[in-house]
């Protein structure tokens, strides 16, 4: 089945302890990327990635991290989590590297304390 | 700022009557796609219409796209309980140094079919 699977889908933690959250896709797509979802803002998209060693910044990069060494994973790090990064998190997929239709994982909801 | 706006903001219809959402941008754009989110789940995608294209369908969707006006229309037909959800218009910008590859969403519209 092609799907985007995202692990952990809920996290609470504190304040400074670093944190991964995986996103992972098994349909061969180049184009990755991480959204974050607060209420009254909508998407908003944090980073991006068209290929295997090639990411981008999208509109709310600060105080995350990516990377993109296989073209299957797409991690999402942050290293110094702060409560303002409470909110519920998507990766996403599509194929080529121009955004197109985007597969979405199911969302990890991480709280910050 | 949001490079999509939907319009309007919340929309409360009968089972059965259309409901019409607008999105509208500010940049250019390579393509314009709309999704549908069912609360707190992942996006599903509905269509993607491309900046030379001016309307498409798929079921009960129509889609159209007015690039000089940068505003496009979702208008779903018959609609059924089951069509409940937040819409999103996301837009991938055309820079004039080329395609640019980020991904804008709008905040969304609220779509609520009473049975």
């Known amino acids: 089945e092609a799907q985007v699977t995202q692990n952990p889908r809920y996290l609470i933690t504190v304040t400074g302890k670093k944190l991964t959250v995986t996103c992972s896709q098994n349909?061969?797509?180049?184009?990755m990327s991480w959204y974050r979802q607060d209420p009254g803002l909508g998407l908003r998209q944090i980073y991006y990635?068209?290929?295997?060693?090639?990411?981008d910044k999208g509109d709310v990069p600060e105080g995350y991290k990516v990377s993109r060494k296989e073209k299957r994973n797409f991690p999402l790090i942050l290293e110094s989590p702060s409560p303002n990064q409470t909110s519920l998190y998507f990766c996403?997929?599509?194929?080529?590297?121009?955004?197109?239709?985007?597969?979405f994982g199911p969302g990890t909801r991480l709280t910050v304390t | 700022s949001q490079q999509g706006e939907e319009d309007p903001q919340a929309l409360s219809i009968q089972e059965g009557e259309n409901a019409t959402m607008n999105c509208s941008y500010k940049?250019?754009?390579?393509?314009l796609q709309w999704y549908r989110q069912n609360s707190g789940r992942g996006l599903v995608h509905l269509i993607l219409?491309?900046?030379?294209?001016r309307e498409k369908h798929s079921g009960r969707l129509r889609v159209t796209l007015d690039t000089s006006k940068k505003s496009s229309s979702l208008l779903i037909t018959a609609s059924r309980a089951a069509d409940t959800a937040s819409y999103f218009c996301?837009?991938?910008?055309?820079?004039?140094?080329?395609?640019?590859?980020?991904?804008?969403f709008g905040k969304g519209t609220l779509l609520t079919v009473n049975p």
């Open positions: 349909m061969n797509h180049e184009y």
């Open positions: 996301a837009t991938a910008p055309w820079n004039s140094g080329g395609s640019n590859y980020k991904l804008t």
């Open positions: 940049t250019s754009i390579n393509n």
């Open positions: 990635s068209m290929n295997v060693e090639v990411t």
């Open positions: 219409i491309r900046s030379n294209e």
């Open positions: 996403a997929s599509s194929a080529g590297g121009i955004p197109y239709e985007q597969y």
